[in-house]
């Protein structure tokens, strides 16, 4: 197949974007949004139903096509309820994208300090959580022949410093088991580790002047921080027909953070 530029086009497909509805600058509604520009329709999918709407509308005055949904990932009910109406919307499902999770929420405690309610909560929303998600929109992606599925882990998983970073390395873990169990179905499952980025989230979880950044200048190859735009582009290879042949891979996106052969 001769390549060509329309490979990473997304029209005529279904995305589904967990955690989209960040308000101001954040990595979901540039993922949301980035879709819709290469022509998928979205459903903008988040807790915070509000702000899934507000990007939503966003995406519908820039000419795309996309709809919202609150949801909360931790319940299989809510997961399906968000399934049955991106099939009555708009058919089915193409693409899933895992973004949502707990980060800048977290206290910075030890594992060994952390209260077991804690660990289960962030074990729920970042590991079982994606899990959910794919347990709802598998079986829509098999009617359609297919699909793909792109994982949010971190820069942070390699290694785990954190119970965050814990919570991210299994959501590796889950991404590689699910390439190889659904690679068969034409379901290609990757993930994203982003690095520091400019959202709203990651300078409140590490402002510029926090010990970390000034870690990070020491040692990055590039910038220490990227824009969450700047993950775009790699989200559209492992969403498009140009990433086709890729699954159960991490692609890290961080100006050389994590610098891996």
């Known amino acids: 197949m001769t390549f060509s530029?329309?490979?990473?086009?997304?029209?005529?497909?279904?995305?589904?974007?967990?955690?989209?509805?960040?308000?101001?600058?954040?990595?979901?509604?540039?993922?949301?949004?980035?879709?819709?520009?290469?022509?998928?329709k979205v459903v903008v999918a988040d807790l915070n139903a509000e702000g899934a709407a507000a990007v939503c509308e966003e995406i519908k005055a820039?000419?795309?096509?996309?709809?919202?949904?609150?949801?909360?990932?931790?319940?299989?009910?809510?997961?399906?309820?968000?399934?049955?109406?991106?099939?009555q919307s708009f058919g089915g499902v193409d693409i899933l994208?895992?973004?949502?999770?707990?980060?800048?929420?977290?206290?910075?405690?030890q594992a060994v300090d952390l209260d077991i309610d804690q660990w289960n909560k962030i074990m729920a929303v970042n590991v079982t959580g994606a899990l959910n998600c794919v347990q709802a929109?598998?079986?829509?992606?098999?009617?359609?022949?297919?699909?793909k599925i792109i994982n949010q882990t971190s820069g942070g998983a390699f290694p785990a410093i954190s119970v965050y970073g814990v919570s991210k390395l299994a959501l590796v873990g889950l991404t590689t088991t699910l390439a190889r169990q659904l690679g068969r179905e034409n379901i290609n499952v990757n993930a994203i580790a982003p690095g520091n980025t400019t959202s709203d989230a990651g300078k409140l979880l590490t402002p510029d002047d926090s010990p970390f950044?000034?870690?990070?200048?020491?040692?990055v190859a590039m910038r220490v921080r990227g824009a969450p735009d700047e993950l775009v582009g790699s989200l559209l290879l492992l969403c498009s027909q140009a990433g086709d042949w890729i699954?159960?891979?991490?692609?890290?996106?961080?100006?050389g953070w994590v610098l891996r052969p």
Do not use: C, W
Request: proline residues 2%; charged residues 20%.
């Open 97 to 109: 994208v895992n973004n949502a999770a707990l980060m800048a929420e977290l206290k910075s405690e």
């Open 137 to 147: 929109l598998v079986p829509l992606m098999r009617k359609r022949g297919g699909g």
């Open 5 to 40: 530029t329309e490979q990473f086009r997304l029209d005529n497909k279904v995305a589904v974007v967990t955690g989209a509805g960040g308000r101001g600058n954040s990595i979901g509604g540039a993922y949301a949004k980035g879709l819709a520009a290469a022509g998928a």
């Open 213 to 219: 950044i000034k870690f990070l200048e020491a040692s």
């Open 247 to 255: 699954t159960g891979q991490v692609l890290h996106v961080d100006g």
């Open 62 to 87: 820039a000419g795309g096509e996309a709809i919202s949904v609150g949801v909360d990932i931790t319940q299989p009910e809510s997961v399906q309820a968000m399934a049955l109406v991106a099939e």
